[in-house]
T-cell receptor
Framework: GQSLEQPSEVTAVEGAIVQINCTYQ??????LSWYQQHDGGAPTFLSY????GLEETGRFSSFLSRSDSYGYLLLQELQMKDSASYFC???????????FGGGTRLMVKP | NAGVTQTPKFQVLKTGQSMTLQCAQD?????MSWYRQDPGMGLRLIHY???????DQGEVPNGYNVSRSTTEDFPLRLLSAAPSQTSVYFC????????????FGPGTRLTVL
């Protein structure tokens, strides 16, 4: 099976940088995805890492270390609209099933 | 291009009732899936399909059935509703397998009394 751990809540101020960590234990691993979900909304895709290293998309970056079973999402130049829940999700080695973590609630304060 | 649509948006059922949650996508995506999200929790995979005529179980399939007769539609059936099935249900689709960007529908909020 798969299990993922991420902090339940993170608070940061506008303009700051925040890192949301995700550690996982899996019986098979293909890649790590990150999704954002605003209250009452649907999840939206942020990034996907299949290989070790950093992927950058605008203000958001995602990192993966397969040997450490660890990844993180880095949000720079935080804005109030970034207040949301962020989920890491592990893709199994067949590439056909995503297992989501419990989510990290990010609160951005002025 | 409507993306992924789900109906209904809200539903209240009594224990033992059955119903079908509808999901449709107009992006010609092969992969479709159903998740449930309980309050303050992550999403859990119920069933998925890699193409028309092919379905498989996810992490929490008990009490739910699916079928995929067309590429566009992927309905989820609750056979005999139980209070434990009170949740928000999301349908998602992607071009290929789950490695691709998943596009989620707006969700169905289901309450079982």
């Amino acid at each position: 099976g798969q299990s993922l751990e991420q902090p339940s809540e993170v608070t940061a101020v506008e303009g700051a940088i925040v890192q949301i960590n995700c550690t996982y234990q899996t019986s098979g691993f293909y890649g790590l995805s990150w999704y954002q979900q605003h209250d009452g909304g649907a999840p939206t895709f942020l990034s996907y890492n299949a290989l070790d290293g950093l992927e950058e998309t605008g203000r958001f970056s995602s990192f993966l270390s397969r040997s450490d079973s660890y990844g993180y999402l880095l949000l720079q130049e935080l804005q109030m609209k970034d207040s949301a829940s962020y989920f890491c999700a592990v893709l199994n080695n067949a590439g056909n099933m995503l297992t989501f973590g419990g989510g990290t609630r990010l609160m951005v304060k002025p | 291009n409507a993306g992924v649509t789900q109906t209904p948006k809200f539903q209240v059922l009594k224990t033992g009732q059955s119903m079908t949650l509808q999901c449709a996508q107009d992006m010609n995506h092969e992969y479709m899936s159903w998740y449930r999200q309980d309050p303050g929790m992550g999403l859990r995979l119920i069933h998925y399909s890699v193409g028309a005529g092919i379905t498989d179980q996810g992490e929490v399939p008990n009490g739910y059935n699916v079928s995929r007769s067309t590429t566009e539609d992927f309905p989820l059936r609750l056979l005999s509703a139980a209070p434990s099935q009170t949740s928000v249900y999301f349908c998602a689709s992607s071009l290929g397998l789950a490695a691709d960007t998943q596009y989620f529908g707006p969700g169905t909020r289901l309450t079982v009394l």
